[in-house]
């Protein structure tokens, strides 16, 4: 079974542009999570979808959104690019039951210059 | 205030020794989870070991053990026999199971275990 990919594995961008990260989550998983990785803040989580639906949200700012299609794919998008956006964007897939494990994906690393 | 404590930023080992990394949580949750995760340099996170906290045994997966002591709120990871390939951060999480099921994960602050030759 295929885990968890995000593309692209690497970006860097200017501020004031904006960006798209993209997550394939493992067949038959229907969650969804995205979490920024910073060596000043750490591991914080961002939003989830589940079933095209965002079920929770981090505290971040509305710069940051996200969405998933119907086969369970997900996208986040950080527009209005800052210096402190620069971070390891790591996606999650879940079984939609039980108390199951996130398996994560490689993660994306954002640059922003 | 912090959810997830690892009091050990970076911690030694030998090779072939067993090592604890430290896991204190803050919860007022009855159902809730408990997970421990491998980064290596690479970036990805690897899933190790996973603690209910109804579930009354010990959690084990090959060399990784959970040491879950629910009333002082901690879920020591202990590797037993370690190998150099070991060498990463260690993060400690927690997922509380309200709020319409979401799988949100809460992390510590990671110690970085380094096995010695």
């Known amino acids: 079974k295929a885990g968890v990919t995000q593309t692209p594995r690497y970006l860097i961008k200017t501020r004031g542009q904006q960006v798209t990260l993209s997550c394939s989550p493992i067949?038959?998983?229907?969650?969804v999570s995205w979490y920024q990785q910073t060596p000043g803040q750490g591991l914080q989580f961002l939003f989830e979808?589940?079933?095209?639906?965002?079920?929770n949200k981090g505290n971040f700012p509305g710069r940051f959104s996200g969405r998933q299609f119907s086969n369970s794919r997900s996208e986040m998008n950080v527009s209005t690019l800052e210096l402190g956006d620069s971070a390891l964007y790591l996606c999650?897939?879940?079984?939609?039951?039980?108390?199951?494990?996130?398996?994560f994906g490689p993660g994306t690393r954002l640059t922003v210059l | 205030a912090q959810k997830i404590t690892q009091t050990q930023p970076g911690m030694f080992v030998q090779e072939k020794e067993a090592v604890t990394l430290d896991c204190t949580y803050d919860?007022?949750?009855?159902?809730?989870?408990l997970f421990w995760y491998k980064q290596p340099s690479s970036g990805e996170m690897i899933f190790l070991i996973y603690?209910?906290?109804?579930?009354?045994q010990n959690a084990t997966e090959g060399r990784y053990s959970l040491n879950f002591q629910k009333a002082r709120k901690s879920a020591n990871l202990v590797i037993s026999a370690s190998q150099l390939g070991d060498s990463a951060m260690y993060f400690c999480?927690?997922?509380?199971?309200?709020?319409?099921?979401?799988?949100?994960?809460?992390f510590g602050k990671g110690t970085k275990l380094s096995v010695i030759p």
């Open positions: 067949s038959g998983h229907r969650s």
């Open positions: 919860t007022s949750d009855q159902s809730y989870g």
């Open positions: 603690q209910g906290s109804y579930d009354e």
């Open positions: 999480a927690m997922r509380e199971v309200s709020g319409a099921g979401s799988y949100q994960l809460t």
């Open positions: 979808y589940f079933s095209e639906t965002q079920r």
């Open positions: 999650a897939s879940t079984q939609a039951s039980g108390y199951n494990e996130q398996f």
